[in-house]
T-cell receptor, first 114, second 113 residues
């Protein structure tokens, strides 16, 4: 399968702990995006990369959130000092440059903060 | 503020009939619109899109209509099939904004045999 893969699929953690999610995009895609989805809502944009450069960050991405894409391939999203409000599905997507709007999403990483 | 709104959380349609999903937007800078479909435990998958220079785009059983003056778009599925049962999200973006899509809340479509 050459789609977007995310790991872990599920993470349960206690408030105050740090968590990290990994995303492996489709190999020929140079753009990588992170979105967050809560129950009953559509995905909300968090940030995106073109190759290794982080080009935009949403104001939803507080200082506790950091995303990296060190070699322009996989990406990590780290949440420090988790809060119960961070509980959500974290979706990664990728696309080619020459954007047509068609993003390829992974299955998501579900975070539950107790 | 919700820039993209899907006011119907759910829709139930009989197999073979038309499904019409609606979406309204407020930002006049949006110039590209998309529909995504999401099955449980899967990520959203792209379905169909339309540029603001068009008012209709068709792909098989799926047609998207755009009414810029009303800031409204709709997705028509004809004929509806049970496999179309999923959550449908509309999304919008201003031109040249990378992948920053603004999504609606979604409409859960149920197609009954």
């Amino acid at each position: 399968d050459t789609g977007v893969s995310q790991d872990p699929r599920h993470k349960i953690t206690k408030r105050g702990q740090n968590v990290t999610f990994r995303c492996d995009p489709i190999s020929e895609h140079n753009r990588l995006y992170w979105y967050r989805q809560t129950l009953g809502q559509g995905p909300e944009f968090l940030t995106y990369f073109q190759n290794e450069a982080q080009l935009e960050k949403s104001r939803l991405l507080s200082d506790r959130f950091s995303a990296e894409r060190p070699k322009g391939s996989f990406s990590t999203l780290e949440i420090q000092r988790t809060e119960q409000g961070d509980s959500a599905m974290y979706l990664c997507a990728s696309s080619r440059q020459g954007y047509t709007g068609e993003l390829f999403f992974g299955e998501g990483s579900r975070l539950t903060v107790l | 503020d919700q820039q993209v709104k899907q006011n119907s959380p759910s829709l139930s349609v009989q197999e073979g009939r038309i499904s019409i999903l609606n979406c309204d937007y407020t930002n006049s800078m949006f110039d590209y619109f998309l529909w995504y479909k999401k099955y449980p435990a899967e990520g959203p998958t792209f379905l169909i899109s339309i540029s603001s220079i068009k008012d209709k785009n068709e792909d098989g059983r799926f047609t998207v209509f755009l009414n810029k003056s009303a800031k409204h778009l709709s997705l028509h599925i004809v004929p509806s099939q049970p496999g179309d049962s999923a959550v449908y999200f509309c999304a919008a973006t201003p031109y040249n904004q990378g992948g920053k899509l603004i999504f609606g809340q979604g409409t859960e479509l149920s197609v009954k045999p």
